[in-house]
């Protein structure tokens, strides 16, 4: 910020009110008047102010790594959160975890038999021919009997995650007690199990990580077969789930996989069945890329759907990556295309692949590896019609566009975008930041969010040392700013059910914009810093030696929140930056008296929370207009 009036320069108390928003787009240097570096700190109304907090909502854990939630009301009041996981889908009712993750098959009594590997070993190999298990799934035993020892009954019929596949006719577990401790094989286990043991299979389980030469579309963007015809297979690609509900119903997908409906009058402790066996269905497809339901119609709607063979009986079940199938009106069931429902099925043109879909005002959009639809209802004959609104902004992943007050955001493969009746490519101050630093392989990942009453739209991504979600990026649609920062959330719903957001991070349920603190701890890292300023153009050297600050703290019964004013100098563009002094200003401090002399120099403002210091535990800050006292000091 060059301090400078008329042709004189100024000396004394300056005022210093930097521009809004973070800038990465040209150097530090040229960036003078405006902020360059942030983390966990936004802006509102023009200011910069730290995050709100997060806590666990309960303490309760799932497992596998959340990327899809979905909340609804019952009509009896009840509130329900779907979370899908790479091993699980569960739906909360209160504080529990319920596991509703549909079953993939049931063996007949007796087809399940156990052998112990050795004594004092808890390995136990699992025989069951075409077993159709991949390493991670998960079975329940049941009617099985002590193999002789300490392998009882009790210990073998309970769900087990299957440790490792040794061929398509046997595998592995670890034998366990009730309460998950190993328990390790007698020499009297010598028995087999007996011979009515049954084994119930749920779904097969995904990847957490995306392997390259697998799936519909999840390579990055331009490497191997993005968008190719390769082996398709819920196993071989990054499980994501999409969700959505036909009144009270909770109609789930698994990507690439099966579509199955949970009923909310057979309660929590019921599972997800296959649509396609539900009596009454009709040319259900069996497998999608993902559902979605358009609500002021009422139709179920499949993307990436299976077709119907051409004898016109039953679905192929394979995916067709362009094919989009909707039911009849007002029945999930039927997708039967006739003259008296409105059933049926179109085809996208542009593209290779789908990849996601929001619903917007009037329509649903629809994105494919390089274009956007408008798919919007207009009754018989034809029930859809769809245009083509946009080619060459393809979306990143299928959880990478939202839905927000003004508009619909996305993230592209090298842009962001908003679209309000029209296509615009949103001018951003951090895009190479973004871009150059992200992990297109695991593009899928990308999760975008909203909060609402922040006039806030971001996306998680994988930055491109990590294989898992560690950054975000945020635009204010309201001020037209952006920032980042590093935060760890798979998974984010904006409030509205609640009165809070709610995001997943390792397995836990968190309440988002919830005080100021990290689950009760001190918030780390936050700070935001500014780009260099000079007097002049560098042609005097600057001499600070006092601050006169302007914070306004927001404290929760807590009067000894602190943030540090550093003071960083250098002489020319190239040169590293020196902190000359730090100084922590509290609510009470009236003026900080510091030293530094450069020709360029950086405020940084961050908020003194670590973990040996709890003085900011529920404190929270807001930067207004910092005064300094600034003047020349000579040319050498």
Same mark, same amino acid.
Request: charged share 15%; glycine share 12%; proline share 3%.
């Given at each position: ?301 499949v993307l990436g759907a299976d077709p119907i063979n051409d004898a016109g009986s039953a679905r192929t079940g394979a995916v067709d990556p362009m094919l989009i199938a909707f039911s009849d009106q007002e029945n999930n069931l039927d997708f039967e295309p006739t003259i008296t429902n409105t059933a049926g099925s179109l085809r996208l043109s542009s593209g290779s692949s789908i990849i996601g879909a929001v619903k917007s005002r009037q329509e649903v959009l629809v994105w494919t590896d390089t274009a956007l639809y408008s798919m919007q209802f207009v009754g018989p004959p034809f029930t859809f019609s769809v245009n083509l609104i946009n080619e060459g902004t393809g979306l990143v992943g299928p959880k990478a566009a939202t839905t927000a007050t003004s508009a619909v955001y996305w993230m592209g493969y090298n842009n962001f975008y908003a679209y309000n009746g029209s296509v615009q490519t949103l001018p951003c101050s951090v895009h190479n930041y973004v871009f150059n630093d ?14 609402? *009453? ?95 600050? *302007? ?86």
């Amino acid at each position: 910020m060059r301090v400078k009036a008329g042709n004189t320069y100024k000396m004394g108390l300056q005022k210093t009110l930097f521009k809004p928003g973070v800038n990465r787009e040209g150097t530090d240097y040229s960036n003078e008047g405006g902020w360059f570096d942030i983390n966990l700190v936004r802006f509102r109304k023009g200011l910069p102010e730290k995050f709100g907090g997060w806590a666990k909502e309960n303490f309760n854990t799932f497992l596998g790594t959340c990327r899809a939630l979905h909340s609804w009301v019952a009509l009896e009041g009840t509130k329900y959160l779907g979370l899908g996981t790479t091993w699980k889908y569960y739906i909360e009712e209160g504080s529990s975890f319920n596991d509703i993750t549909p079953i993939r098959s049931t063996t007949s009594a007796g087809d399940v038999t156990f052998a112990k590997v050795g004594t004092g070993d808890a390995t136990i190999t699992v025989a069951d021919t075409a077993h159709g298990a991949v390493a991670n799934d998960f079975v329940t035993f049941s009617g099985a009997v002590s193999l002789g020892g300490n392998i009882t009954a009790t210990v073998l019929n309970q769900e087990y995650q299957i440790a490792t596949i040794v061929n398509t006719n046997s595998y592995t577990i670890e034998a366990k007690d009730t309460s998950g401790d190993p328990v390790l094989a007698a020499a009297g286990d010598s028995g087999n199990g007996g011979g009515s043991t049954v084994g119930t299979y749920q779904i097969n389980v995904g990847l957490d990580v995306y392997v390259p030469g697998t799936g519909w579309g999840v390579n990055g963007w331009g490497e191997g077969t993005f968008g190719s015809v390769t082996a398709l297979s819920v196993t071989n690609q990054l499980r994501i789930w999409t969700h959505d509900n036909f009144g009270e119903n909770l109609i789930i997908n698994v990507r690439g996989g099966g579509i199955y409906q949970w009923t909310e009058n057979n309660g929590v402790t019921t599972r997800a069945v296959d649509m396609s066996g539900i009596a009454g269905a009709n040319l259900v497809p069996t497998v999608g890329l993902q559902v979605i339901t358009s609500e002021i119609d009422r139709h179920l709607i499949v993307l990436g759907a299976d077709p119907i063979n051409d004898a016109g009986s039953a679905r192929t079940g394979a995916v067709d990556p362009m094919l989009i199938a909707f039911s009849d009106q007002e029945n999930n069931l039927d997708f039967e295309p006739t003259i008296t429902n409105t059933a049926g099925s179109l085809r996208l043109s542009s593209g290779s692949s789908i990849i996601g879909a929001v619903k917007s005002r009037q329509e649903v959009l629809v994105w494919t590896d390089t274009a956007l639809y408008s798919m919007q209802f207009v009754g018989p004959p034809f029930t859809f019609s769809v245009n083509l609104i946009n080619e060459g902004t393809g979306l990143v992943g299928p959880k990478a566009a939202t839905t927000a007050t003004s508009a619909v955001y996305w993230m592209g493969y090298n842009n962001f975008y908003a679209y309000n009746g029209s296509v615009q490519t949103l001018p951003c101050s951090v895009h190479n930041y973004v871009f150059n630093d992200i992990n297109l392989t695991q593009s899928f990942k990308v999760n975008a969010f909203t909060i609402a *009453d922040k006039n806030e739209v971001g996306w998680f991504y994988c930055s491109a040392s990590s294989n898992e979600i560690d950054r975000y990026v945020i635009y204010n649609y309201a001020e037209q700013t952006w920032v980042y920062g590093q935060l760890s959330r798979t998974a984010w719903l904006d409030a509205g059910i609640e009165n809070y957001p709610r995001a997943v991070s390792s397995g836990y349920l968190y309440q988002q914009e919830l005080g100021f603190d990290d689950d009760g701890s001190p918030m780390t890292n936050v700070f935001i810093e500014s780009s260099d300023f000079d007097i002049g153009d560098g042609e005097q050297f600057t001499f600070i030696r006092r601050i006169i600050p *302007d914070f306004k703290f927001i404290q929760n019964d807590n009067e000894n929140g602190s943030v540090n004013i550093v003071v960083k100098t250098r002489n020319f563009p190239g040169d590293s930056l020196t902190t000359n002094s730090t100084s922590a200003i509290q609510a009470s401090t009236q003026q900080a008296y510091v030293r530094g002399r450069a020709r360029q120099m950086v405020l940084r403002f961050e908020s003194d929370d670590d973990a040996e210091n709890n003085g900011n535990l529920g404190i929270g800050w807001r930067l207004g207009a910092t005064r300094i006292d600034i003047r020349t000091d000579g040319r050498r």
